[in-house]
């Protein structure tokens, strides 16, 4: 008789990390926060705000990376990253990353932005991950601040999931919601199937932001074929200095 041996399970990680800035863009901490990222260890990463090029005449002074920042916070410890590019300026341009322990095979942004200065992202990777039967789907979110936007979002986000997701195959959702009513919870789950992982283990989402004081639950991770083993939400220490969303981290069994 041949055993099954069950797959390991997959680190998740998503932080807002505005761009390498502390609050308000006191200081550019990039180096710090790429250290801090290192130390959780995941296997896959869900950045927002993320810089993918900045001239070195619109720096400011700041001592950016020659590299996107994406690549700089990769390094040689996640091989694979994805980027979409959201929002545009002259001298440079941000959005939403991926780093992935694991072979991106297809990755593809989708704008959702709505009428508007706000530019918003979906952006989905397919992941290889050794000993899976089916290519894990993962989407990386950053939604409006505006509640008639996000609700449009999620809507686009939910036609995205049927269309380019297969229903057997792993999804994982995750990223800054800005759902600070907690509305998309009940949406998700009845359109496309989707839990949210805080919801499933502690009966209520986490709060991540203001990450020194958390008040409001922006920020999230959803699944979808997939179980989720301790959520967390990183500690204060050294994450309120690094960012002005809490990071949060999950183990998704496949």
């Not at 995750?174 to 919870?185: E, K, L, Y």
């Not at 789950?189 to 932001?209: M, N, P």
């Amino acid at each position: 008789m041949t055993e099954t041996v069950a797959a390991p399970p997959l680190t998740v990680m998503t932080v807002n990390i505005h761009k390498g800035f502390t609050t308000f863009n006191r200081k550019f901490i990039l180096p710090e926060l790429r250290d801090a990222v290192r130390k959780v260890g995941a296997d896959l990463v869900f950045l927002q705000e993320v810089m993918g090029t900045i001239e070195k005449n619109g720096r400011n002074g700041h001592d950016h990376p020659e590299t996107p920042h994406y690549e700089f916070l990769a390094d040689s410890i996640w091989p694979q990253f994805a980027y979409g590019r959201n929002m545009v300026y002259p001298r440079g341009h941000h959005g939403n990353a991926v780093m992935s322990k694991f072979p991106i095979v297809h990755y593809q942004n989708h704008d959702v932005s709505i009428a508007g200065p706000e530019k918003r992202g979906l952006l989905h990777c397919v992941v290889r991950v050794p000993g899976q039967a089916s290519d894990v789907h993962a989407i990386c979110v950053h939604l409006g601040l505006a509640e008639s936007h996000r609700q449009q979002q999620l809507e686009l986000l939910c036609q995205m999931v049927r269309s380019e997701v297969p229903d057997n195959a792993p999804l994982i959702v995750a990223g800054d919601f800005n759902d600070w009513r907690r509305r998309a919870h009940a949406m998700l789950e009845r359109e496309v199937g989707l839990r949210e992982v805080f919801v499933s283990a502690y009966g209520e989402s986490a709060r991540t932001f203001p990450a020194r004081f958390p008040i409001l639950s922006l920020d999230r991770i959803f699944v979808r074929n997939a179980s989720v083993h301790l959520p967390v939400v990183l500690p204060r220490k050294p994450w309120s200095h690094l960012s002005d969303h809490a990071p949060l981290v999950a183990e998704i069994h496949l």
